[in-house]
């Protein structure tokens, strides 16, 4: 089955600093990768996602590259603020909606 | 966006009870739910696959006669721990999906934090 890497672990960035969150998958037929905010006891919030037919997506701070041939799948925060902080988890996805998640990057952004 | 909601949201029951877990998707239809569970401090880990009418697809090393499904209209899917152990608490969440409106995208329950003593 799908296995997705995901690095680093823990992430501690100052505010207005950029925050980049990687993970790498497994399965080649994978073909959707969601980005997931979870705030403590919270349920998980999509961000962003990005299909396998696109290299690369922007939504304000947040943009997330794919690298088909490589496997692997970035998250980049840019000009990061205290809210940001939370868990953050990828995702990979072959399709009807059955994802296997990273796990898991705790990222901190001091004010 | 789609709106899915789970009850109850925290439960702490005896060892040996069995505890139901509701979720339901409030305005549209999903035909399949998925179940996780996570630890403090971990990953989402996929429990099983609930198919509406059908039986639920459970991953490997997941107990099926443990964890019952049942999803037996295209709103509501229901997990059961039966036979609770203290192992057994942790963060249990839902998720489905809105074919008609969003495709791949899932839209999560709140989770049930469920304790047992």
């Known amino acids: 089955g799908e296995n997705v890497e995901q690095h680093p672990s823990t992430l501690s960035v100052q505010e207005g600093d950029s925050a980049v969150i990687k993970c790498t998958y497994s399965?080649?037929?994978?073909?959707?990768f969601p980005w997931y905010k979870q705030e403590l006891g919270k349920r998980p919030q999509l961000i962003i996602d990005?299909?396998?037919?696109?290299g690369e997506k922007k939504d304000q701070r947040i943009a997330v590259t794919l690298n088909k041939t490589a496997k692997h799948f970035s998250l980049h925060i840019t000009e990061t603020q205290p809210e940001d902080s939370a868990v953050y988890f990828c995702?990979?996805?072959?399709?009807?909606?059955?994802?296997?998640f990273g796990q898991g990057t705790i990222l901190t952004v001091h004010p | 966006g789609a709106v899915v909601s789970q009850h109850p949201s925290r439960v702490i029951c005896k060892s040996g009870t069995s505890v139901k877990i509701e979720c339901r998707s409030l305005?549209?239809?999903?035909?399949?739910m998925f179940w996780y569970r996570q630890f403090p401090k971990k990953s989402l880990m996929l429990m099983a696959t609930?198919?509406?009418?059908?039986?639920?697809?459970?991953e490997q090393g997941v107990e099926k006669d443990k964890f019952l499904i049942n999803h037996a209209s295209l709103t509501l899917s229901t997990l059961t721990v039966t036979s609770a152990h203290p192992e057994d608490s942790s963060f249990y969440i839902c998720?489905?999906?809105?074919?008609?409106?969003?495709?791949?995208?899932?839209?999560f329950g709140s989770g049930t934090q469920l304790s047992v003593l």
């Open positions: 998720s489905a999906r809105d074919v008609h409106l969003s495709g791949e995208k899932l839209f």
């Open positions: 399965d080649s037929a994978s073909n959707y």
């Open positions: 990005i299909r396998s037919n696109v």
């Open positions: 995702a990979a996805s072959i399709g009807y909606g059955k994802l296997t």
């Open positions: 305005d549209f239809q999903a035909t399949t």
């Open positions: 609930s198919n509406e009418g059908s039986k639920a697809t459970y």
